[in-house]
T-cell receptor, first 115, second 110 residues
Framework: EPEVTQTPSHQVTQMGQEVILRCVPI?????FYWYRQILGQKVEFLVS????????KSEIFDDQFSVERPDGSNFTLKIRSTKLEDSAMYFC?????????????FGSGTRLTVV | RKEVEQDPGPFNVPEGATVAFNCTYS??????FFWYRQDCRKEPKLLMS???SGNEDGRFTAQLNRASQYISLLIRDSKLSDSATYLC???????????FGAGTRLAVHP
């Protein structure tokens, strides 16, 4: 079964540092997403990406965040200057056009710890 | 009002029990609904989509009431392996983002 792959599985960074979280979506998928889940809280939408541009973003996705699809396979989330409150699980997801009725495929996540 | 509301639980049930989870959503224009399952510190995994006519997948039955904006999940003959958090999820917006409820935790004991 096709998978969404995320790296690294765990990242520890100092406050103020930049981090890049990487995702390889399923190859024939067209829509890509980042979600985050703070420990003990619900999964929250961050951003959606389609046709090489951001299609929608949440209030959480401020100027510290950016996304890229640099080479047609990778999909990255960059946090420019991390804060303690950025500590969370970050999940990448992808879906094809037919997938809306069948749900999304999520990666196994990157646990980001900001110290 | 929260976009998707669920009873957080936990529901502690013995093996073999039947358990039901409920969920309400606020956006009457929502078109697609799902139940996801999430194990501790893992990614959400699709359990089943929810259709207007109701649908069943083995021991799992999902129901949707659009008039009441209410979704349910029934698990029959609970197994130890059903222990997890069950997430009610609604598809929303022009680019179809998923809106998650906070989840209902289920613990099945021997």
């Amino acid at each position: 079964e096709p998978e969404v792959t995320q790296t690294p599985s765990h990242q520890v960074t100092q406050m103020g540092q930049e981090v890049i979280l990487r995702c390889v979506p399923i190859s024939n998928h067209l829509y890509f997403y980042w979600y985050r889940q703070i420990l003990g809280q619900k999964v929250e939408f961050l951003v959606s990406f389609y046709n090489n541009e951001i299609s929608e973003k949440s209030e959480i996705f401020d100027d510290q965040f950016s996304v890229e699809r640099p080479d047609g396979s990778n999909f990255t989330l960059k946090i420019r200057s991390t804060k303690l409150e950025d500590s969370a699980m970050y999940f990448c997801a992808s879906v094809d056009e037919q997938g809306y009725s069948g749900g999304y495929t999520f990666g196994s996540g990157t646990r980001l710890t900001v110290v | 009002r929260k976009e998707v509301e669920q009873d957080p639980g936990p529901f502690n049930v013995p093996e073999g029990a039947t358990v039901a989870f409920n969920c309400t959503y606020s956006n009457s224009a929502s078109q697609s609904f799902f139940w996801y399952r999430q194990d501790c510190r893992k990614e959400p995994k699709l359990l089943m989509s929810v259709y207007s006519s109701g649908n069943e997948d083995g021991r799992f039955t999902a129901q949707l009431n659009r008039a009441s904006q209410y979704i349910s999940l029934l698990i029959r003959d609970s197994k130890l392996s059903d222990s997890a958090t069950y997430l009610c999820v609604v598809l929303s917006g022009g680019y179809n983002k998923l809106i998650f409820g906070a989840g209902t935790r289920l613990a099945v004991h021997p």
